[in-house]
């Protein structure tokens, strides 16, 4: 019976096996404040991107779907803490099982394909910028945005297979009132749980699913390294250059700012995802070769995923007011806490200077 509790879905989630020592009652805390925290600030990344002319660039559209990504996936989040304190039965029907789980899959699916989208615009824009220019237009990264999209819904559509309401064979067919890890009574005879389905196991999907995630993480990370180490030796390269002129300083001096500001949000994406497909990989070894350490080990990582996912989902926003001066001043005229006239005479006058250092409008940013 533990081993079926234990089976859990393809995306982070919180272990069913968890115990009332483990903190269920800390992670529902830190939960809840990540959803306020996290649904605030992409809220309003999505409204100063659509709401002010001057913040819609193409790496903002970029930030603006990550943002809607995010928010999705806090929408999942009552049903995981309802997972965690009641793991059976569940009562909210198979359609919903699977929906939810597979919305979180294909949003962090959405989520790296943008990061990298969004690196291989800024190496075109620092190392190309000629080619840049006639290539990076709003148009085509819109299109490039729904293509993503389409690639990440369609690469997370097994879950509906791998994923549903099974009963466990192994449990009483007797209905009692009995008392689970976190105190909460629960009918024994009832076994119905939102679960990986014994079909995934048991046909290898579930192998293929983790092989498949695994690649949607590394390939990305890898290709992420190599693209701002190119692009840092770039930037290195012009600053040691004796003739640049001071036009061309300022640029690079912006540049430096965006770049190092999205090393961040990837570093940030990485630590926060990384414990998943170590727990992920974990479980995955543990139903080739049972063991209790990899079981344990297994738990404790999903203990560690579920709050750093949620914290991924929430993070960005705090990123982008902390290091972009420009999105600080959007936020500040969204809540009416400057002049917006002085603002966008301001921001106007930047857009002319930068237009006049070579710069088109795909290389501004946050």
């Not at 209790?292 to 995923?305: D, K, M, N």
Request: aromatic share 12%; glycine share 6%; hydrophobic share 45%.
């Amino acid at each position: 019976r533990k081993a079926q509790r234990g089976s859990r879905s393809p995306r982070p989630g919180v272990p069913l096996t968890i115990g009332a020592k483990c903190g269920p009652v800390t992670i529902t805390i830190a939960c809840t404040l990540l959803f306020l925290v996290g649904v605030a600030g992409n809220v309003m990344t999505i409204l100063v991107v659509s709401k002010y002319r001057d913040m819609r660039t193409t790496t903002n559209l970029y930030l603006c779907s990550m943002a809607v990504s995010d928010l999705l996936i806090f929408l999942c989040m009552p049903l995981d803490l309802y997972r965690m304190w009641r793991y059976r039965p569940w009562r909210f029907g198979d359609a919903l099982c699977k929906l939810f789980q597979f919305v979180s899959e294909s949003c962090t699916y959405s989520t790296i394909l943008n990061i990298t989208a969004l690196s291989v615009e800024r190496y075109l824009a620092i190392c190309f910028p000629l080619r840049a220019k006639a290539l990076v237009t709003k148009r085509r990264v819109r299109a490039l945005i729904l293509l993503l999209w389409t690639v990440s819904l369609l690469s997370a559509g097994p879950v509906f297979v791998m994923v549903g309401v099974e009963r466990d064979s192994m449990g009483p067919t007797n209905f009692t009132l009995g008392m689970n890890e976190t105190e909460f009574f629960l009918e024994v005879g009832d076994t119905r749980e939102c679960k990986m389905t014994h079909y995934a196991v048991e046909s290898g999907l579930m192998g293929a699913m983790v092989w498949l995630s695994s690649v949607f993480f590394f390939m990305p990370v890898f290709c992420l390294t190599v693209l701002y180490s190119l692009i840092g030796r770039r930037l290195w390269q012009r600053h040691r250059e004796t003739n640049s002129s001071s036009r061309v300083a300022h640029r690079d001096k912006s540049n430096r700012q965006t770049i190092k500001m999205l090393v961040v949000v990837v570093l940030a994406f990485v630590l926060c995802w990384l414990p998943f497909h170590v727990g992920r990989y974990l479980q995955f070894r543990s139903l080739d070769a049972p063991s209790p350490l990899l079981s344990i080990l297994s738990e404790y990582c999903s203990l560690v995923s579920v709050v750093l996912f949620y914290l991924s989902a929430a993070i960005n926003p705090i990123l982008y007011n902390t290091m972009s001066w420009k999105y600080r001043g959007a936020a500040a005229r969204l809540f009416g806490l400057t002049d917006s006239q002085t603002s966008r005479g301001r921001t106007a006058s930047s857009m002319k200077a930068d237009g006049l250092n070579g710069w088109t409008e795909s290389t501004v940013s946050f």
